[in-house]
């Protein structure tokens, strides 16, 4: 089986871009069916959640190099 990068195998990444793609059009096409207002308060809680999913994702990008640079 073909690897692509860090020695994932190419069937994991189709599955991830699969999953996007599913999320994507479930957004799109079911919870956001009707047009509305933004309030600055949304864009905040939006903001806020990106940010938190970021930092949590390089927090453990970081413990996991250092982890796998020990062994």
Known sequence: MQTAVNDTP???????????LVML????GVF??????AWKIDGMVS???????LAITVIASIIHRKNALRN
């Open 10 to 20: 190419v069937y994991w990444w189709v599955a991830f871009n699969a999953f996007i």
């Open 25 to 28: 059009a479930l957004d799109l």
């Open 32 to 37: 956001h069916r009707k047009a509305h207002s």
């Open 47 to 53: 903001l806020g959640v990106i940010t938190g999913i």
